[in-house]
């Protein structure tokens, strides 16, 4: 962060890598606010658990590719912690626990605005914040299936990225003026015009004779992807194969080792992920808000293989509804998918127009300004009342 001058104004942003797209949400509303407002503002990513929990939730980031391995187990932790009672049963059972270190946080980062953009920030952050506090504002980002601990009744506004999960906003208690739909932040680059595709594979040493099928399993390598990529590979397609292992390292060496029939380029984790999906073709991949919200802005058709119960069961029928992609939770659906829009280009230009349709290319920007739009507000009569009171 850089230190604040006498007029800017400090931006907190509660984040965790507990997955990827918490982390991408928060860079693509820091990038609109530098591209919006230029300097007049400074930002601040804290991670809610990595930098302030004290153990072992502090280690929630390192295991949560482990833990989410046992989907069922998280599909029924979701379901049954599902419901404002619950949020606030649990949350009172683990305040005397981080209280200490969540009111450390609030303390050794002063803000003029505060924004979550994970679930579980907004309890603890509200209690150790107490009455006197800035702005609190939330950034809903998973798209339909929303859990209660994204609602909290004290937020002085809660932004959302479809009319579902507004709904669900409202059965969980929150008040209309409270909530609006703007759609999920997604870096500027994901959002540009479809440009050069040629200049663009060259630059990333991929063919381009034929077409890219980008795989990824969000940010830590999650669902089938290793059999996936061998069920694609043995399909012998005349494609080129992009699989993106993310930060599991393992899963990257393996399927380095393994004897590829067709073109095949293996990465880690990308910063690039713009540039690959725009030179892509067919994103194939777990149903995770982050990058299907990428896609739909990067124009790219895509073929969902799995979901995490709970939060991801929603995201199947958004796309599919939508017309911007399909679900097929087998390996043989899935070539069998590909090879639907290999052979019907009629049917796969549909499905770019539906991604292009469903995008929503200037959401980072507007939250962008409804957030300068709140702490300008309260800064205003915060100023108000201290002249009142001379
Ligand atoms: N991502 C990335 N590089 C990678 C793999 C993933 O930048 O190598 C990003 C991806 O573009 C997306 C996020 O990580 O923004 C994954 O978010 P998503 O909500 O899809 O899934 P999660 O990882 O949070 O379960």
Known sequence: MNHPTKQQSNILFLFSDTGGGHRSATEAIIEALHLEYGDRYTTEMIDIF???APPPLKMLPALYPRIVRAPRAWGLGYHLSDGPRRVSALSAGAW???????????????SDLIVSVHSLANEPVLRALGKARPPFVTVVTDLVSTHASWYHRWV???????EAARRRAIKYLLSPEQVRVVGLPVADRFCQPPGDTEALRNALGWPTDRPVVLLVGGGEGMGPLEKTARAISKANLPVVLVVIA???KNL??????????????????VREMPDFMRAADVLV?????????????AG????LYSHLPGQESGNIPYVVSEGAGVWAPRTNRIVEALRNWLDNPGQYDMAVRACR?????????????????????HKAEKELSALASM
């Open 50 to 52: 990595k930098d302030y």
């Open 96 to 110: 005397p626990y981080v209280r200490n270190a969540y009111r450390r946080l609030v303390k050794e980062h002063p």
């Open 156 to 162: 002085d506004l809660c932004i959302v990225p479809t």
């Open 246 to 248: 993310g930060r599991n």
């Open 252 to 269: 990257k060496a393996r399927l380095e080792a393994y004897d590829h029939w067709m073109p095949t380029f293996v990465y880690g984790f």
């Open 285 to 297: 991949t777990k149903a995770g808000p982050g990058t299907i919200t990428e896609a739909l802005n």
């Open 300 to 303: 790219l058709p895509m073929i």
């Open 357 to 377: 349709k469903a995008a929503r290319p200037d959401a980072a920007r507007r939250i962008a300004h409804i957030l300068v739009e709140t702490l300008e507000k």
